[in-house]
C-alpha cells in the first residue's frame, strides 16, 4: 500500500497565525483527502483534495478556513487559517491507491494552538 | 444522514476472555472498514467487508458485516494485551470510497 509522509508531526501555534501541514505519497494515487480528529474523538472528513482544482469540502468546512492544494497525483498541503484553541486536532491525510479498496491513512499532523 | 454507532464505547477485558463490539448504521451501504488506532499513531487498516454476510478472520479478531440489519460486529477470541487500542468502525455511504463516515471508537484496554 501506499506509504504517507506528512509534516510537520506536531506543533504548537499562537492563535491568529496560520499553519500549512504537507503530505507526500511515495506512489500515484487515485483520491487524497484531508480527516481531522479531535482530541479524543472520532475522524471527520475535511475535504477530498483534487488534482489540479478547487477542493471538495463537506459541511461546515470551508475554503478561506482550510485552504488545499494538489498540484500533482502525489502531494497536497492544508492550510489551517487564523488559527483558534478550537482547532487544536489532528489532521490526517489520507488516500486511496490505485486499484485499493481502502484508505491508508498518514502518521498524522497534531496541532496545538495556546 | 448516515450515522454510524459503535459500542460500547469502553471496554476492558482480561486477557483469555472473548467479547465483541458492534458498529450499527443508519442507511444502505455496501462497504464498511474497522480500523485500529494505537495511542498516538495513525489508524491501520484491519478488515474491509463489501458484501453482505461478509466474514473475515486475522489472529483473534474476526468481522462480519449484515448490510440487510445494517450491522457490523468485530470478535475478539482469547484477548490478549497487545491488542489493546482503540477500533473504530467506518462506512462508506454510496459509491465514494474515500468519504467514510467514522464511529466514535471503541478503547479496548486488555489486562492480564
Known amino acids: 500500500s501506499a506509504v504517507i509522509s506528512q509534516k510537520p508531526s506536531r506543533d504548537i501555534c499562537q492563535r491568529g497565525t496560520s499553519l500549512t501541514i504537507q503530505c507526500q505519497v511515495d506512489?500515484?494515487?487515485?483520491?487524497m483527502f484531508w480527516y481531522r480528529q479531535q482530541p479524543g474523538q472520532s475522524l471527520t472528513l475535511i475535504a477530498t483534495?483534487?488534482?489540479?482544482?478547487?477542493?471538495?469540502?463537506e459541511s461546515g468546512f470551508v475554503i478561506d478556513k482550510f485552504p488545499i492544494s494538489r498540484p500533482n497525483l502525489t502531494f497536497s498541503t492544508l492550510t489551517v487559517s487564523n488559527m483558534s484553541p478550537e482547532d487544536s486536532s489532528i489532521y490526517l491525510c489520507?488516500?486511496?491507491?490505485?486499484?485499493?479498496?481502502?484508505?491508508?491513512f498518514g502518521a498524522g499532523s497534531r496541532l496545538t494552538v495556546l | 444522514e448516515l450515522k454510524v454507532e459503535q459500542n460500547p464505547l469502553f471496554l476492558s477485558m482480561q486477557e483469555g476472555k472473548n467479547y465483541t463490539i458492534y458498529c450499527n448504521y443508519s442507511t444502505t451501504s455496501d462497504r464498511l472498514y474497522w480500523y485500529r488506532q494505537d495511542p498516538g499513531k495513525s489508524l491501520e487498516s484491519l478488515f474491509v467487508?463489501?458484501?453482505?454476510?461478509a466474514v473475515k478472520q486475522e489472529g483473534r479478531l474476526m468481522a462480519s458485516l449484515d448490510t440487510k440489519a445494517r450491522l457490523s460486529t468485530l470478535h475478539i477470541t482469547a484477548a490478549v494485551h497487545d491488542l489493546s487500542a482503540t477500533y473504530f468502525c467506518a462506512v462508506g455511504p454510496g459509491g465514494s470510497q474515500g468519504n467514510l463516515i467514522f464511529g466514535k471508537g471503541t478503547k479496548l484496554s486488555v489486562k492480564p
Open positions: 483534495a483534487n488534482q489540479g482544482s478547487e477542493a471538495t469540502y
Open positions: 489520507s488516500v486511496l491507491g490505485l486499484g485499493a479498496n481502502v484508505l491508508t
Open positions: 506512489s500515484q494515487v487515485t483520491m
Open positions: 467487508l463489501l458484501s453482505n454476510g
